[in-house]
């Protein structure tokens, strides 16, 4: 039986919207078990929508057990065979795109807008994937021995295991799901217990997708858990790839797992992410696009700007201009027409974001704008905050961690070789921007000499990449790539051939054996 918590009318409300979004993608909420469950809440009303079941570290190694099996299948379907499976699911996601997004709403907290982003983005992933179908393959190079050939092939790895965040809860799986299988993997998805309805969804769409092509349901394998699940399928020697998104603790908690089982890893963690505003900046543009990036997503994005380095000639006007409109950014349910900033997805970040400011009002910053918990009526116990901008003189450390949260920091330079060494300066490696008309500052930004960030931009924001470039970031991010580009080479293994078609076996370096 699926448990039901009813608190207030608002709870009740959604639990009903969310119940009604699953029903339209073709699934129901899984039933809370004997042996525990999961609330699954909103961060809309605070609230216990409803329970489901809890898997653990058995159902992981019964879904890593599946999707084993189905490998040994999957892997010799035609690429192109393969990517029609994946055009169907692009196809389905088009057609429930407002589905999938009112279930992103109601669990992550995404206004509508970005909600329906992330699914686009989905389908947009689905058709590069696609096209992929019928580009995978390797070079031919010229080989030192007369009559013979020097190749390489690309074979599918085996069984794919995604660990993904709250706050995209369905695209990270897409970037990695649609691309893998089209490869040739299975996939083992161990969505964040914080999203999980939003999971159940997407996966109904992939299931339909498979079974009207007839293939087996072990292809996509979901597991609906927490940590003990997460460290089953981590620890698994079977799961040849674990891709997982999320914090850098968990990075660091996964990466020698599967290191130590000899298993590839693909890590996509935090972010400090910053923006240079130069003296000769558009600053109307530089003003919306830090907007967008610090304040959107109320700064629950991996890319979300955190730092804004200011040139001094222009700090003043624009903290002015952005306090100014940071006093006007409207708060409140995501759902609303008009609404710009959503909620922290619970209590703990909004108590996290709080303690932030303290300390960086401690190490000598001045709050200027935001930074407050916001009272929406009858969600009183959801977790609203006013976006919050931060004057700091020093980089302190405070400023130097990722708080997932709606602070920016603004910093001030006078020379760029100044404001680069402060860009640089925190452990994360994500995402990174500089507003300026100037040609040499911007090309110096994105040399050697410039930011070491995965994600390199000029007159945009942080946030909001594109499918088709690879996505990923260096240093404590943990240099994985994912989604477009040649990402796709992290997924398959790669075999070096070299064929002897002449009568003769000369041996390369010009080796003589007898
Ligand atoms: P989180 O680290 O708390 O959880 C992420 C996922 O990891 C969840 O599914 C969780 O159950 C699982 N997990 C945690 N510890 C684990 C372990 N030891 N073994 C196996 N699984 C484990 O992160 P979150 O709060 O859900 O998401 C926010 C974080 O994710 C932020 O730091 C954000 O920057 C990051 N993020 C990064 C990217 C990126 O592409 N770089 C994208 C989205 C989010």
Not at 284 to 303: E, I, K, N, P, Y
Not at 446 to 462: L, P, Q, W
Request: hydrophobic share 45%.
């Amino acid at each position: 039986m699926t448990s039901t918590t009813t608190h207030t009318p608002l709870t009740t409300e959604l639990r009903d919207a969310a119940l009604a979004a699953l029903g339209r993608l073709g699934a129901t909420a899984p039933e809370a078990s004997t042996d525990g469950d999961l609330a699954v809440v909103s961060p809309l009303s605070g609230q216990p929508l409803l329970h489901v079941r809890r898997d653990g570290a058995a159902e992981a190694t019964a879904a890593v057990d599946r999707a084993a099996e189905a490998f040994t299948t999957w892997r010799s379907v035609p690429a192109p065979v393969r990517g029609q499976v994946i055009k169907r699911l692009g196809e389905l996601l088009t057609e429930h795109k407002t589905d999938l997004a009112e279930l992103v709403t109601i669990e992550a907290g995404k206004v509508t807008s970005e909600a329906l982003g992330e699914v686009q983005e989905m389908i947009d992933i689905c058709d590069f994937a696609v096209g992929l179908s019928r580009q995978v393959g390797g070079r031919t190079m010229p080989s030192e021995r007369p009559g013979h050939r020097l190749m390489e092939t690309w074979h599918p790895m085996g069984v794919v295991g995604v660990i993904s965040a709250f706050n995209f809860p369905v695209a990270v799986w897409s970037w990695n799901t649609a691309v893998a299988l089209v490869c040739g993997d299975t996939v083992v998805w161990k969505p964040s217990e914080k999203t999980l309805l939003s999971a159940v969804g997407a996966s109904a769409l992939l299931d339909r997708a498979l079974a009207e092509a007839g293939f087996p349901a072990g292809v996509s394998q979901l597991l609906l858990g927490d940590l003990e699940a997460g460290e089953a399928l981590v620890a698994d020697t079977r799961v040849a790839l674990v891709s997982a998104t999320g914090s850098e603790r968990m990075g660091q908690q996964v990466a020698p797992v599967v290191a130590a089982r000899g298993g590839r890893y693909l890590l996509e963690l935090g972010g400090n992410n910053a923006a240079i505003v130069a003296p000769s900046a558009d600053l109307d543009l530089a003003v919306r696009g830090a907007v967008f990036s610090a304040a959107g997503t109320a700064g629950q994005r991996c890319t979300s700007l955190r730092r804004l380095i200011v040139h001094e000639s222009v700090a003043d006007e624009v903290v002015a201009r952005l306090a100014k409109v940071y006093s006007d950014l409207p708060v409140g349910d995501p759902r609303a027409g008009g609404t710009l900033v959503g909620p922290l997805v619970d209590a703990g970040a909004r108590d996290r974001m709080l303690a932030a400011i303290d300390e960086a009002v401690a190490a000598g910053g001045t709050l200027v704008v935001g930074g407050t918990a916001v009272t929406v009526l009858g969600a009183e116990d959801a977790a609203y905050v006013h976006p919050a901008i931060v004057r700091m003189a020093t980089q302190a450390d405070v400023v130097k961690r990722e708080t997932f949260a709606p602070i920016l920091y603004v910093l001030t330079y006078s020379e760029l070789s100044e404001a680069i060494a402060l860009h640089n300066d925190v452990p994360q490696g994500l995402s990174s921007a500089i507003f300026t008309m100037d040609v040499r500052e911007a090309e110096t930004f994105m040399s050697e000499a410039g930011s070491d960030c995965g994600i390199v931009n000029v007159n945009i924001g942080t946030s909001g990449a594109e499918i088709g470039g690879a996505f990923g970031g260096e240093k404590s991010t943990g240099g994985g790539r994912e989604s477009g580009s040649d990402a796709w080479k992290q997924y398959m293994r790669r075999a070096t051939n070299t064929v002897n078609y002449s009568t003769e076996l000369p041996l390369a370096q010009g080796v003589n054996f007898g």
